[in-house]
């Protein structure tokens, strides 16, 4: 079964860090870009960062710029996005996509 599966989202405070997983079955990360998008309550969904799968360049949004950083582990068939320095606006469901399929979603709250 193909599947993507988030997970470590939760609630963090402001200046706060998290990291989010991103994990594949039935197909092989290796092969594909992959990006990570978020959605809050009344906005569209939007690009927040992705991954080639060439040469392992990456896109920010300038949203995140200098705060997110996303990688990847062939090994593991999973991608990564690390959070540092969480501001309330990044308040979101967060989800990865790859290969035309998206995952669940993880939420992120950040909040005092």
């Known amino acids: 079964q193909v599947q993507l599966v988030e997970s470590a989202g939760g609630l963090v405070q402001p200046g706060g860090s998290l990291r989010l997983s991103c994990a594949a079955s039935g197909f092989t990360l290796d092969y594909y870009a992959i990006g990570w998008f978020r959605q809050a309550p009344g906005k569209e969904r939007e690009g927040v960062s992705c991954i080639s799968s060439s040469d392992g360049s990456t896109y920010y949004s300038d949203a995140v710029k200098g705060r997110f950083t996303i990688s990847r582990s062939n090994a593991k068939n999973t991608v990564y996005l690390q959070m540092n320095s969480l501001k309330p606006e990044d308040t979101a469901r967060y989800y990865c996509?790859?290969?035309?399929?998206w995952g669940q979603g993880t939420q992120v709250t950040v909040s005092s």
């Open positions: 996509f790859a290969n035309g399929y």
